[in-house]
């Protein structure tokens, strides 16, 4: 099953997504058989950033989770991966695009960026038992920017869409409440046989 | 309480005011009454808006809009809270906008775990979401 949680700044997307993910690797083989996975995307330049990792890490304690850090190439994550069944929880996007768009050597247009991550993240949903992908909305706030920003902008747009495709449930959290905006056909059936 | 968010200029406040049919001078406007007294308490509830507006002016003076909105909250149960939703964007440059996106989240967070219900309004349409 792959999940993909999406929501803004301070939304409080990335504790929902821990909580999907912690009832995922329950539910399906009892939690000591299934290895859970973090893949940390974010590259750490000053003190703000060390404050963020750190807030998150408290959040996983005692959780459970293996931290991958992989700020490139996010199916690479799946060398450094045990055998056996396993959970992923991958935060988170914005990241990922930004580092994929500007810290590579050769700078990538909007579409090869798209492209490379939505394969790569194909390859993590099926080798992994579960996924849970948070990514941002970076969409809202109506102003323009410059033409860097305004391509980054686009590439997170086309990736969003692109795994809201991919993903089995697509869930918004607004101010810590979860909105569902796509579901399992599983689910989607019951939820029209009730109405 | 009840929580209404939502983007710029999608008919939050003309909502909340058909909905429970009050009037727009019942309305606190980006502040805190301080002192209620008993002729304002009569016109309850409440009606607190643009509450990000207030969250930024409380970190600029120093403030702890956290603490500060709990404790209002704690002497006025019975209110109807409005805020503009700013986290869905690019993170801002400048580190004070940074913070003040990030706390005003973060503020909606707890806010909505309070709250009796939350609505979210959309083209002047609400979503009830809790």
């Given at each position: 099953?792959?999940?993909l949680?999406?929501?803004?700044?301070?939304?409080?997307?990335?504790?929902y997504?821990?909580?999907?993910?912690?009832?995922?690797?329950k539910e399906?083989v009892?939690?000591?058989?299934?290895?859970?996975?973090?893949l940390a995307?974010?590259?750490v330049f000053?003190?703000?950033?060390?404050d963020?990792?750190?807030?998150?890490?408290?959040?996983?304690k005692?959780?459970?989770f293996?931290t991958i850090?992989?700020?490139t190439r996010?199916?690479?994550a799946l060398?450094k991966?045990?055998?056996?069944?396993s959970?992923?929880?991958?935060?988170?996007?914005?990241?990922?695009?930004?580092?994929e768009?500007f810290?590579?050597?050769n700078?990538?247009t909007?579409?090869?960026v798209?492209?490379?991550?939505?394969?790569?993240?194909k390859?993590?949903?099926?080798?992994?038992?579960?996924?849970?992908?948070?990514?941002?909305?970076?969409?809202?706030?109506?102003?323009?920017?410059?033409?860097?920003?305004?391509?980054?902008?686009?590439?997170?747009g086309?990736?969003?869409?692109?795994l809201?495709?991919?993903?089995?449930?697509?869930?918004?959290?607004?101010?810590g409440i979860?909105?569902?905006?796509?579901?399992?056909?599983?689910?989607?059936?019951?939820?029209?046989?009730?109405? | 309480?009840?929580l209404i968010?939502?983007g710029?200029?999608?008919?939050?406040?003309?909502?909340?005011?058909?909905k429970y049919?009050?009037?727009?001078?019942?309305?606190?406007?980006?502040?805190?009454?301080n002192?209620?007294?008993?002729?304002e308490?009569?016109?309850?509830?409440?009606?607190?808006n643009?509450?990000?507006?207030?969250i930024?002016?409380?970190m600029?003076?120093?403030?702890?809009?956290?603490?500060e909105?709990?404790?209002?909250?704690?002497?006025?149960e019975?209110?109807?809270?409005?805020?503009?939703?700013v986290?869905?964007?690019?993170?801002?440059?400048?580190?004070f906008?940074?913070?003040?996106?990030e706390?005003?989240?973060?503020i909606?967070?707890?806010?909505?775990?309070?709250?009796d219900?939350?609505?979210?309004?959309?083209?002047g349409?609400?979503?009830?979401?809790?």
């Amino acid at each position: 099953m792959m999940v993909l949680v999406v929501g803004g700044s301070g939304s409080g997307k990335s504790s929902y997504a821990e909580e999907v993910a912690v009832s995922l690797a329950k539910e399906s083989v009892g939690e000591i058989a299934m290895k859970k996975y973090y893949l940390a995307t974010m590259q750490v330049f000053d003190e703000e950033g060390r404050d963020k990792v750190e807030r998150h890490r408290n959040l996983r304690k005692g959780k459970g989770f293996f931290t991958i850090e992989q700020p490139t190439r996010i199916s690479d994550a799946l060398e450094k991966m045990g055998d056996g069944d396993s959970l992923a929880l991958l935060e988170c996007i914005s990241n990922l695009t930004a580092n994929e768009m500007f810290s590579e050597e050769n700078a990538k247009t909007k579409m090869q960026v798209a492209e490379n991550i939505t394969q790569d993240i194909k390859m993590l949903k099926e080798q992994t038992n579960h996924l849970v992908v948070v990514s941002n909305n970076v969409f809202e706030d109506g102003n323009t920017y410059d033409e860097t920003t305004t391509e980054y902008i686009h590439a997170m747009g086309m990736i969003n869409q692109k795994l809201a495709a991919l993903a089995d449930q697509v869930v918004e959290v607004v101010a810590g409440i979860p909105v569902i905006l796509k579901l399992p056909y599983r689910n989607s059936v019951l939820i029209k046989n009730r109405l | 309480m009840k929580l209404i968010i939502g983007g710029t200029a999608q008919g939050k406040l003309v909502y909340v005011l058909q909905k429970y049919g009050l009037q727009e001078n019942m309305v606190w406007d980006g502040s805190l009454p301080n002192e209620i007294n008993d002729i304002e308490r009569k016109r309850n509830p409440i009606i607190i808006n643009h509450l990000h507006q207030w969250i930024k002016n409380c970190m600029i003076s120093g403030g702890c809009p956290e603490d500060e909105i709990m404790s209002f909250l704690d002497c006025n149960e019975d209110c109807i809270l409005i805020c503009d939703e700013v986290g869905n964007g690019i993170v801002p440059i400048d580190p004070f906008e940074r913070e003040y996106r990030e706390r005003v989240g973060r503020i909606l967070v707890q806010l909505a775990k309070r709250a009796d219900e939350v609505e979210r309004i959309i083209c002047g349409i609400g979503q009830k979401i809790k």
